[in-house]
T-cell receptor, first 114, second 116 residues
Framework: GENVEQHPSTLSVQEGDSAVIKCTYSDSASNYFPWYKQELGKRPQLIIDIRSNVGEKKDQRIAVTLNKTAKHFSLHITETQPEDSAVYFCAASAPRSNDYKLSFGAGTTVTVRA | GAGVSQSPRYKVAKRGQDVALRCDPISGHVSLFWYQQALGQGPEFLTYFQNEAQLDKSGLPSDRFFAERPEGSVSTLKIQRTQQEDSAVYLC??????????????FGPGTRLTVT
């Protein structure tokens, strides 16, 4: 099955700086890669996703990049704000192979220092 | 519109008791997923429904876990003879129609199960 690894496990950044979280996956059939933000005691919230037919996608201060050859994908948050503090999870699935379940990384706890 | 809802939000069960957890997906969403999230970990897949059909139950940890979605809408996850290792947050997610290329999954708030 799919194995997703996520680094770092914790990340502390100064407000206004950038944060980068990296994930690797093992199954070459995976072609859908969402990112979720989870605040303490809350539901995981989909913040951005990317499919294997594109290499980069941006949405305001958030961007995701994908390197299919290396099986890497990354989340970039620019101009971080205190409300960006949360746990972020990367995930992967292979819907083109009719495998819709998400395999998640272990999460990155991001703390934005004011 | 209304998102995915789950009930109860918290459940305490004595070891050996049976529990039933409910999920109400977003109206019209064809696909429904159950995940288990242990403390400090990412969600782990349990089972998947397309309408009323349970197409993948490969993540259910034992035969004490059973899920159903009889009318293709509300789903119930049942755990029989609960054990301490079943303590976790159980998350439900729904997706519009992944077979049509819509892959986004939207999560409910979860049910936190504590087995004492």
């Amino acid at each position: 099955g799919e194995n997703v690894e996520q680094h770092p496990s914790t990340l502390s950044v100064q407000e206004g700086d950038s944060a980068v979280i990296k994930c690797t996956y093992s199954d070459s059939a995976s072609n859908y890669f969402p990112w979720y933000k989870q605040e303490l005691g809350k539901r995981p919230q989909l913040i951005i996703d990317i499919r294997s037919n594109v290499g980069e996608k941006k949405d305001q201060r958030i961007a995701v990049t994908l390197n299919k050859t290396a099986k890497h994908f990354s989340l970039h948050i620019t101009e971080t704000q205190p409300e960006d503090s949360a746990v972020y999870f990367c995930a992967a699935s292979a819907p083109r192979s009719n495998d819709y379940k998400l395999s998640f990384g272990a999460g990155t706890t991001v703390t934005v220092r004011a | 519109g209304a998102g995915v809802s789950q009930s109860p939000r918290y459940k305490v069960a004595k070891r050996g008791q049976d529990v039933a957890l409910r999920c109400d997906p977003i109206s019209g969403h064809v696909s429904l997923f159950w995940y288990q999230q242990a403390l400090g970990q990412g969600p782990e897949f349990l089972t998947y429904f397309q309408n009323e059909a349970q197409l993948d139950k490969s993540g259910l940890p034992s035969d004490r876990f059973f899920a159903e979605r009889p009318e293709g809408s509300v789903s119930t996850l049942k755990i029989q003879r609960t054990q301490q290792e079943d303590s976790a947050v159980y998350l439900c997610a729904s997706s519009s129609d992944p077979t049509s290329g819509i892959y986004e999954q939207y999560f409910g708030p979860g049910t936190r199960l504590t087995v004492t």
